[in-house]
C-alpha cells in the first residue's frame, strides 16, 4: 500500500514534515497545506518556503482558488521551480473560504471547475485533485465526476464527507464506492485511518485501493505508516528516543527562524494537540502543555511526557 500525509494547514508544515521524513518515515507522498495567493500574483514568503525545491523529495504543493489566471500563476511558478506535480484543493470547508466557492464550496459549480480545467491544464506538471463528495449533498458528486472524467488527471484522493459536514459525522463509505465506480481516475482513499483496524476495515470493503492518505491519525500515532507497511518496529525505548529527536528538531528548526517566546510557543503548542495521543496518561500530557505560559514550563512539560513512555 502506497501512503500519503494529508496535507493539515498548522500541523504539517516543511519543518514538521521534513522531521518525520528523517527520523521515522513510512510515507511515499508528501502534500503542502493549501498555498494561497496574495493579490492573485505573488506567494508569502512562508508559503515560498514550502515550495523550496531543494529540500523535500517527493512533495506535492497544493493550490486553493476558483481563479484560471491564479491557477495558471500558480502552476507556472511551480513549472519554474522545477515541480511535475501540483494538486488544487477541492475539499477545504472553512466557511470562511468555502463561502467564496474555494476549496469544497466550488463542487456545487462544475462549470467553473471545466472551465479553468479548459484552460489551465499543461502537459509539463501534472495535476491530482482533493476534494469532498460535495458541498450540500453527495448528488454533486456524479457531475463533478462527469466534468474530471473529461481531463487527464493524475489521480483524484477524496475523503467523502461533505464540505458542510466540516470533521462531523461518519465518513460516507457508500458514496466513496460510487467514486470508485464512476471515476476514470486512479482513486485515492482519504478520511478517519486512525489505527490499524480503520485501515483494515477500509481495505476489506475496498480491496483495490492501491493508495491511501492519512492525516490526524498519523499525527496521533507517528509510527502507524510502519504499521501498515508491516515494518518491523522499533522498541518502545527506541521509538521514545526518535520522538524526541523528532520533536527536538522541530524546537531547533523554528527556533531558528521564529523571533520570540511567543511566536515560538505559538508554534509548538498547536502541534500536541495531536502529538500528545502518542504518550501514555496522553490527556494529562496536553493538559501540562496547554498551561505551559513560557519556555521553561513548556520545556517541564515536554519533559514531564517523555517520561511517560510511548503507547504500544
Ligand atoms: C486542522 C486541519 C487542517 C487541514 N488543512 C488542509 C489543507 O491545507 N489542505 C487539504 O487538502 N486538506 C486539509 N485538511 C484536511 C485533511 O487533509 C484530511 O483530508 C482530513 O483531515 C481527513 O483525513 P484524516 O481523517 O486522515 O485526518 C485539514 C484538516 C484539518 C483537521
Known amino acids: ?44 514568503s512562508s508559503h515560498r518556503r514550502e515550495v523550496d525545491p531543494n529540500v523535500e523529495e517527493n512533495l506535492i504543493p497544493q493550490f486553493i482558488g476558483n481563479s484560471l489566471k491564479e491557477f495558471i500563476f500558480f502552476r507556472d511558478y511551480l513549472i519554474e521551480l522545477g515541480y511535475s506535480k501540483m494538486n488544487w484543493n477541492l475539499g477545504c470547508p472553512f466557511p470562511m473560504l468555502a463561502k467564496k466557492k474555494k476549496g469544497s464550496g466550488l463542487l456545487p459549480y462544475p462549470e467553473m471547475i471545466e472551465e479553468i480545467l479548459s484552460d489551465g491544464l499543461d502537459d509539463r506538471i501534472e495535476l491530482s485533485i482533493k476534494m469532498r463528495i460535495g458541498y450540500e449533498s453527495s448528488e454533486e458528486l456524479e457531475t463533478v465526476l462527469n466534468v474530471l472524467n473529461k481531463f487527464n488527471l493524475s489521480e483524484i484522493i477524496v475523503h467523502p464527507r461533505l464540505g458542510k459536514q466540516m470533521y462531523k459525522g461518519d465518513v460516507d463509505l457508500e458514496a466513496f464506492g460510487r467514486v470508485l465506480i464512476l471515476s476514470k481516475h486512479p482513486v485515492i482513499y482519504n478520511g478517519d485511518i486512525c489505527n490499524m483496524e480503520d485501515y483494515q476495515q477500509r481495505l476489506e470493503q475496498f480491496p483495490n485501493l492501491e493508495q491511501m492518505m492519512i492525516g490526524r491519525g498519523l499525527l496521533q500515532d507517528l509510527f502507524l505508516p510502519l504499521k501498515i507497511k508491516g515494518e518491523e518496529l522499533p522498541t518502545a525505548k527506541e521509538r521514545l528516543a526518535l520522538l524526541e529527536k523528532l520533536h527536538g528538531e522541530i524546537y531547533d528548526s523554528y527556533t531558528s527562524y521564529l523571533s520570540g517566546d511567543t511566536q515560538l510557543l505559538s508554534k509548538l503548542k498547536p502541534m500536541w494537540e495531536y502529538f500528545s495521543a502518542n504518550f501514555n496518561n496522553d490527556r494529562k500530557v496536553y493538559k501540562a502543555i496547554k498551561k505551559s505560559g513560557g519556555m521553561k514550563k513548556y520545556n517541564a512539560a515536554v519533559a514531564f511526557a517523555f517520561q511517560q513512555g510511548v503507547k504500544e
Do not use: W
Open 1 to 44: 500500500m502506497k501512503l500519503s500525509l494529508a496535507p493539515l494547514q498548522g500541523f504539517t508544515d516543511l519543518v514538521f514534515r521534513r522531521a518525520f521524513a528523517k527520523h521515522i518515515g513510512g510515507i511515499d507522498q508528501f502534500y503542502t497545506p493549501f498555498l494561497i495567493l496574495q493579490n492573485g500574483d505573488s506567494l508569502k
